[in-house]
């Protein structure tokens, strides 16, 4: 009985010890971003050109059925002026 008193007394001991020490790598670390962020702020990307892809001309029939797709969509409201493929 003596050894599991010790044993219990021992568990207690190293999971307060294991939450004492990770409660202050949090903090730490909150603080050191805290910082971070105050000395050295964020770099501006510059914007990325987009180039144009020479695209095929879509046929007649899958335009209809897109402007189909347009008109039920929107109830009639929507107009079809460009496709592109993404």
Known sequence: ME???FGL???IVGMCTV??????????GKGM???IN???PAEES???KQT???SAPIDAA????LEAAVQQLTGGKGRLSNVKKL
């Open 46 to 48: 510059a914007p990325k």
């Open 38 to 40: 105050k000395v050295a």
């Open 9 to 11: 007394q021992l568990m």
């Open 62 to 65: 899958t335009r209809a059925v």
């Open 33 to 35: 971003i805290a910082v």
């Open 52 to 54: 144009a892809p020479a």
């Open 3 to 5: 050894n599991l008193g």
């Open 19 to 28: 939450f004492l020490i990770l409660g202050i790598v949090i903090q730490l």
